[in-house]
């Protein structure tokens, strides 16, 4: 069975300052992709930054990159200079194997000006 | 396009009532998947479709619920009849398949259901 993991149910941050948010996960597969989804409080589920599992390099989008680390089935977000529209729930998820995403439990993220 | 549509945004019912959510993909997705978010339960995905055919069902929690898929661009999540521990919002998300571009989902505002 593929898990995810994300230990840290809640996170805040000083604006303009950094975070990271943590993930981890098990899965068998050898290919695979993974996921930031970010969950505002308008319920909306927003793609944040994904990763395919072959690839070494970290992927990055703007203020967003992930510290990705293959043998160590780790998969953490890095929030630069955050800002108050960051403050959400943020989900991490895989998807390998099949077309099921598995979801963490989610990180309430909390930003304070 | 205009992403992934739901309806109604919010829903509230007496239990024992019938329940219909709506969703309609984005075009040309194949794959259509059904999710409840719950504090307790966190996400759980239902069922989901492939070009219309339920592929996988095991999440659906019981026979009160049905999930459909007559065509392309649209498809039901109906309970029959709703009980007030099915309150939660529903997503509805779609995708290309894994592989193509890269199979992320894209979701739904999601429909707020409250069963008194």
């Known amino acids: 069975a593929q898990t995810v993991t994300q230990s840290q149910p809640e996170m805040s941050v000083q604006e303009a300052e950094t975070v990271t948010l943590s993930c981890t996960y098990d899965t068998s597969e050898s290919d695979y992709y993974l996921f930031w989804y970010k969950q505002p409080p308008s319920r909306q589920m927003i793609l944040v930054i994904r990763q395919e599992a072959y690839k070494q390099q970290n992927a990055t989008e703007n203020r967003f990159s992930v510290n990705f680390q293959k043998a160590a089935k780790s998969f953490s977000l890095k929030i630069s200079d955050s800002q108050l529209g960051d403050a959400a729930m943020y989900f991490c998820?895989?998807?390998?194997?099949?077309?099921?995403?598995?979801f963490g439990k989610g990180t309430k993220l909390t930003v304070n000006p | 396009d205009a992403g992934v549509i739901q309806s109604p945004r919010h829903e509230v019912t007496e239990m024992g009532q019938e329940v219909t959510l709506r969703c309609k993909p984005i075009s040309g997705h194949d794959y259509l998947f059904w999710y409840r978010q719950t504090m307790m339960r966190g996400l759980e995905l239902l069922i989901y479709f492939n070009n219309n055919v339920p592929i996988d069902d095991s999440g659906m929690p019981e026979d009160r619920f049905s999930a459909k898929m007559p065509n392309a661009s649209f498809s039901t999540l109906k309970i029959q009849p709703s009980e007030p521990r099915d309150s939660a919002v529903y997503f509805c998300?779609?995708?290309?398949?894994?592989?193509?571009?890269?199979?992320?989902?894209?979701f739904g505002p999601g429909t707020r259901l409250t069963v008194t």
């Open positions: 998820a895989l998807l390998g194997g099949s077309e099921k995403l598995v």
């Open positions: 998300a779609s995708s290309f398949p894994t592989g193509t571009v890269w199979g992320e989902q894209y």
